[in-house]
């Protein structure tokens, strides 16, 4: 579909602070990665839609276990968002969820809600991306 491919090559970088040491991509998700596997755009559009929804419900229990200062269950969560982020091809999300599974130490819960945050923004930037693959594809 011309029209995905063309909303493939308009996605744009996020802004990242300075500080957290990640590095967004100039793209929110790279789409050739399923379509190597699922070549039907609607398939890729439910597998997203689910990305969305299961994403949704890890930001959330990130945020309450931010609150609580669990940093065990922000490591878990951290894990379980790196494994779907990289599934879907979503590669900064994959990253700061990477970084977020390894804080720790004493800095950690000041690291950890500093890359909340930055999953939270990043993942606004995917929602818009695959809202609008969703829209393109029906």
Partial sequence: NSGIRELARM????PVSGQGGHVAS??????????????????????????????SKRLN???????????????RTGH???GSSANVGA???????????A???????????ELVGALEAE???VEVFINEFIERAR
Avoid at 11 to 14: A, D, K, M, T, V
């Fill in 11 to 14: 996605q744009r970088p996020l």
């Fill in 26 to 55: 100039t793209i929110a998700i790279e789409v050739d990665q399923l379509r190597r596997t699922f070549e039907d755009d609607e398939v890729l559009a439910e597998l997203y839609a689910m990305y969305v929804d299961d994403t």
């Fill in 61 to 75: 229990e990130l945020r309450q276990a931010l609150d609580a200062g669990d940093l065990t269950r922000m490591s």
């Fill in 80 to 82: 379980t968002l790196k």
């Fill in 91 to 101: 590669i900064t999300m994959r990253q700061v969820a990477s970084e977020l599974e």
């Fill in 103 to 113: 804080a720790g130490g004493d800095e950690g819960a000041d690291r950890a809600a």
């Fill in 123 to 125: 993942f606004a930037r």
